[in-house]
C-alpha cells in the first residue's frame, strides 16, 4: 500500500490548501499539501521532505492528526498538524494554493482521500493552530 503525507499547515485561523496541476491525478481539485514516502524515510520525514520541495519552507515538527486509506487506490494517507516554520512559501508544483477559513472550505472541491478525512473531522479541530512548542 503507498503510503502519503499531508500537512495541514495553520497560520491566524487558516488553513494551506493547494490546487493540483491540471496534468496530474485529481487534477485542479485541491489537496493538503504532501506526497509519497520513499525507502528509508519516516512518513514525518517524507512530509518535511515534500514541503521543502514543493513549497520551498521548512516545517515545524509534524504532529500526527489523522490518516485515511483507500483500498481501492492502494493509499493510505496520513495527516500531521504542522506550521511553517522558516522561508517563504513558493508555488513550485501545484496550480495555486488559498488559505481558508472553516466558511470557504465547502467552495473547494477536494481529491477524494482529503475529502473523506474533512468528512469525519471537526472543523474546530481541522483549524486548531499548532500547538506552541517554542519552535
Known amino acids: 500500500m503507498l503510503e502519503v503525507s499531508a500537512a495541514i499547515l495553520e497560520k491566524d485561523g487558516k488553513i494551506l490548501i493547494c490546487q493540483r496541476p491540471a496534468h496530474k491525478s485529481c487534477g485542479l481539485l485541491w489537496e493538503f499539501p504532501g506526497g509519497k514516502k520513499e525507502a528509508g524515510e519516516s512518513i514525518?520525514?517524507?512530509?518535511?521532505?515534500?514541503?521543502?520541495?514543493?513549497?520551498?519552507?521548512?516545517?515545524?515538527?509534524?504532529?500526527?492528526?489523522?490518516?485515511?486509506?483507500?483500498?481501492?487506490?492502494?493509499?493510505?494517507?496520513?495527516?500531521?498538524?504542522?506550521?511553517?516554520?522558516?522561508?517563504?512559501?513558493?508555488?513550485?508544483?501545484?496550480?495555486?494554493?488559498?488559505?481558508?477559513?472553516?466558511d470557504e472550505l465547502d467552495q473547494y472541491s477536494f481529491c477524494p482521500s482529503d475529502q473523506k478525512m474533512l468528512e469525519q473531522t471537526d472543523p474546530a479541530r481541522l483549524f486548531a493552530p499548532y500547538p506552541d512548542q517554542d519552535h
Open 44 to 102: 514525518e520525514q517524507s512530509l518535511i521532505r515534500e514541503c521543502q520541495e514543493e513549497l520551498g519552507i521548512l516545517i515545524c515538527p509534524p504532529l500526527y492528526f489523522a490518516d485515511v486509506t483507500l483500498p481501492e487506490k492502494d493509499l493510505h494517507l496520513i495527516f500531521f498538524k504542522t506550521a511553517i516554520q522558516q522561508g517563504m512559501l513558493t508555488r513550485k508544483e501545484h496550480a495555486a494554493f488559498a488559505w481558508i477559513t472553516p
